[in-house]
Each structure stands twice: as structure tokens, then as C-alpha cells.
């Protein structure tokens, strides 16, 4: 059964460093997601990708946040100076229609996590 | 603006039924899900309802709407082992993303 991937499963890194959180998705799906989860609290959207171009971004997703499609398979998400806050599990997911009938099935990877040192 | 809740922990006997319980904040949500998650795995859907509907049933899984309230319950009957896992809450966000709670841990002893 096809399945989002993400690598690394753990990132460990230290303050003020860049990262790039890498996944992999569905291979005929063209929506993709990123979201994180802070120890103990709710799964948070950051960032929806359709065509080469973001969709939707939440608050978190300021200017130290990037998402690239760099080779028609990869998914990936930057950041570049990180900070103790920073620190979360990431799940990328994918899907292969948006939800504009409100239906919107997304399949998720087992999460990168980052900590922050 | 949007939110989910629901209780963090819950622990049931083998065989009894576990009840999880989530409320939601957005009354426009089309569509609401409950996410599964094993360890080490990804979220996976485990089962959706539409809006119009007050209850659907699949297999060992019913889940329960209650519109006027904004609260949703998922009920799993004859509770295995296999059934530990973190439950995830989750509403449509507009066109694009998944609203979800912290996550309910659900414990399955003997």
C-alpha cells in the first residue's frame, strides 16, 4: 500500500542552525501538507502546497519557514535559523483532491523529530 | 476562531468499550475525523463523518455527532490491545487543512 515517507526520523540540532525536513508522498497526489505537534499539545497546520505554490499557510509559517517540490517526488520543509521552540515532532501528509467539498482525506508520514538544542 | 478538545488519556479493560470524546468550535465543518495513531506510525484515518449525518457505524467503531452541542464521540466496542493508540480529533479548516486536538491515549489493559 503506497505511503508517505519522511526522513530523518530524528533531527537533532542546535540553535541558530538551518534543517530541512524531507518527505516523501503519495506518488499521484498533488496536495501536500506540513503540520507539528509540541510535546503534549495539538497537531498545528503550518503550510498546504498545490502546484509549485503555497495554498494556505498558518501564523507559525513566518519568513524562517520554506517549502520547496524540488524534483517532482520530494516535499520539503526548511528551516533556517532554528530556535528552542522550534522543537516538535513533524508530520508531512498528502492527498489527491483539495477539500473543497469539505472531504479531504490526507495520509500522513510517521513525523521527523526535531529537537532543538 | 477554530479549535478542537478533547481529554488526553483514557484507560479501559479488554473487552469493554472505550469512549472518546471531542468538541469542536467551527459549526461550518462539513466533514469531522477521527486519526489513528500507532507507535512510531503516521496519522491514519480510521473513520469520517459528514454533517447532516448524527451517526455512522463501522464495525466495532460508532461515531456519534451532536451539531447543537459541537461534540463528537467515537466508541469502540469489544476493546482490544491492538486498539492502544493516540486518537486524533480533527475538523475541516476551510479549504485546505485539518483542525486537530491535542489527541486522546488510549490504554487497553488486561
Known amino acids: 500500500e503506497p505511503e508517505v515517507t519522511q526522513t530523518p526520523s530524528h533531527q537533532v540540532t542546535q540553535m541558530g542552525q538551518e534543517v530541512i525536513l524531507r518527505c516523501v508522498p503519495i506518488?499521484?497526489?498533488?496536495?501536500f501538507y506540513w503540520y507539528r505537534q509540541i510535546l503534549g499539545q495539538k497537531v498545528e497546520f503550518l503550510v498546504s502546497f498545490y502546484n509549485n505554490e503555497i495554498s494556505e499557510k498558518s501564523e507559525i509559517f513566518d519568513d524562517q519557514f520554506s517549502v520547496e517540490r524540488p524534483d517532482g517526488s520530494n516535499f520539503t520543509l526548511k528551516i533556517r535559523s532554528t530556535k528552542l521552540e522550534d522543537s516538535a515532532m513533524y508530520f508531512c501528509a498528502s492527498s489527491d483532491k483539495p477539500g473543497t467539498s469539505g472531504y479531504n482525506e490526507q495520509f500522513f508520514g510517521p513525523g521527523t523529530r526535531l529537537t532543538v538544542l | 476562531g477554530e479549535d478542537v478538545e478533547q481529554s488526553l488519556f483514557l484507560s479501559v479493560r479488554e473487552g469493554d468499550s472505550s469512549v472518546i470524546n471531542c468538541t469542536y468550535t467551527?459549526?461550518?465543518?462539513?466533514?469531522l475525523y477521527w486519526y489513528k495513531q500507532e507507535p512510531g506510525a503516521g496519522l491514519q484515518l480510521l473513520t469520517y463523518i459528514f454533517s447532516n449525518m448524527d451517526m455512522k457505524q463501522d464495525q466495532r467503531l460508532t461515531v456519534l455527532l451532536n451539531k447543537k452541542d459541537k461534540h463528537l464521540s467515537l466508541r469502540i466496542a469489544d476493546t482490544q490491545t491492538g486498539d492502544s493508540a493516540i486518537y486524533f480529533c480533527?475538523?475541516?479548516?476551510?479549504?485546505?487543512?485539518?483542525?486537530f486536538g491535542a489527541g486522546t491515549r488510549l490504554a487497553v489493559h488486561p
Open positions: 480533527a475538523e475541516t479548516g476551510g479549504y485546505n487543512k485539518l483542525i
Open positions: 467551527d459549526s461550518s465543518s462539513t466533514y
Open positions: 506518488s499521484n497526489h498533488l496536495y
